[in-house]
């Protein structure tokens, strides 16, 4: 079975710095995508990015990239120019290729955002 | 533009009464999926379904079931419900490698 793991229960960084949170994922699978998902105070859950693990090309939407390294199995997400409404829960996710398309998370790493 | 539909947005149950959770979607996908989160944790899969008439467990789905009607709806039901019910529950809809659409989430108590 697939498994995610976000090492960083917390991190913090001040306004305009570039912070990088952590995942890595284990799966036997070749095939498959990566998500990074932020959850701010109401509770929504919105998709920041998404990274096909057949392309080496690192995502990347305005100040949010990541660090895809397949061999590795490593995925993480460095946001630049860090915001105050950045401040969230960051939750990294694993979903297969193949079957039911359901998402696997990780535990979130709380970010918080001092100016 | 709903996208996916919860409600309600928060419910109070004590011990052993019953409830369904509402869930529907507009964006006509095949796939839906009833995630709970406890405090401080990721989201964990009770049940998905991926189409009309078909539903199957994920990794929690004890005190839990569901039915899938139709393609826009997804309910999910409590029968006897637990403190260890206590959580915050999202509904999602997908398509094929398309990311997943959350809605907004319920936030049970039961006591």
């Known amino acids: 079975a697939q498994t995610v793991t976000q090492s960083q229960p917390e991190m913090s960084v001040q306004e305009a710095e570039t912070v990088t949170l952590s995942c890595t994922y284990d799966t036997s699978e070749s095939d498959y995508y990566l998500f990074w998902y932020k959850q701010p105070p109401s509770r929504q859950m919105i998709l920041v990015i998404r990274q096909e693990a057949y392309k080496q090309q690192n995502a990347t939407e305005n100040r949010f990239s990541v660090n895809f390294q397949k061999a590795a199995k490593s995925f993480s997400l460095k946001i630049s120019d860090s915001q105050l409404g950045d401040a969230a829960m960051y939750f990294c996710a694993y979903r297969s290729a193949w079957g039911t398309d359901k998402l696997i998370f990780g535990t979130g790493t709380r970010l918080q955002v001092f100016p | 533009n709903a996208g996916v539909t919860q409600t309600p947005k928060f419910r109070i149950l004590k011990i052993g009464q019953s409830m369904t959770l509402q869930c529907t979607q507009d964006?006509?996908?095949?796939?839906m999926y009833w995630y709970r989160q406890d405090p401080g944790m990721g989201l964990k899969l009770i049940y998905y379904s991926v189409g009309a008439g078909i539903t199957d467990k994920g990794e929690v789905p004890n005190g839990y079931n569901v039915s899938r009607s139709t393609t826009e709806d997804f309910p999910l039901r409590l029968e006897l419900a637990a403190p260890s019910q206590t959580s915050v529950y999202f509904c999602a809809g997908g398509a094929d490698s398309s990311p997943l659409h959350f809605g907004n989430g319920t936030r049970l108590t039961v006591t």
């Open positions: 964006m006509n996908h095949n796939y």
